[in-house]
């Protein structure tokens, strides 16, 4: 079955440094998604992406946030200047369409953990 | 953010009797309802969904029930099997919005 793919699975890094989380959609997927949860908390959305170019996001995607689909099957969230309080898990999600409902699709996630 | 609730945080069921997984929400612009179950160290994994316009849906051991006028939700699963132990997220999309509102997950726990 076809499935989300995320790289890297934990990723450290210094506060103020900047990271790229990768995540490789299925294939005949056309929208794109980034959760993310904090240890001990909700998942909790972030930004939705589709025909090249941001249809949604949340409070918490501000300006030090950022997503590309930079090729045909890439799709790439960037954190500028990290955060201690950026620590958590990053989910990657795609589906086919919104119009049929049919549900978003998650892969196992990075594990970002900022000293 | 208190959208959608999962006031059990865990449960703990003999391997073939049934597991009732409970959700309430208290948006009434929701239209349309998931289950996904995770594994540690694995992302949420599709299990079924539900729109608004239905009460019940059913797929192989797994039928999700829609109480609108309660804006209340259930999974049941029966009958249950150890490898269903994970934990279990409750997530809501209202119209015209591709965002899913997650529930804290209710740990299920299948023993022999």
Known sequence: ?115 | DQQVKQNSPSLSVQEGRISILNCDYTNSMFDYFLWYKKYPAEGPTFLISISSIKDKNEDGRFTVFLNKSAKHLSLHIVPSQPGDSAVYFCAASALNTDKLIFGTGTRLQVFP
């Open chain 1, 1 to 115: 079955e076809p499935e989300v793919t995320q790289t890297p699975s934990h990723q450290v890094t210094q506060m103020g440094q900047e990271v790229i989380l990768r995540c490789v959609p299925i294939s005949n997927h056309l929208y794109f998604y980034w959760y993310r949860q904090i240890l001990g908390q909700k998942v909790e959305f972030l930004v939705s992406f589709y025909n090249n170019e941001i249809s949604e996001k949340s409070e918490i995607f501000d300006d030090q946030f950022s997503v590309e689909r930079p090729d045909g099957s890439n799709f790439t969230l960037k954190i500028r200047s990290t955060k201690l309080e950026d620590s958590a898990m990053y989910f990657c999600a795609s589906r086919t369409d919104r119009v049929s409902n049919q549900p978003q699709h998650f892969g196992d996630g990075t594990r970002l953990s900022i000293l």
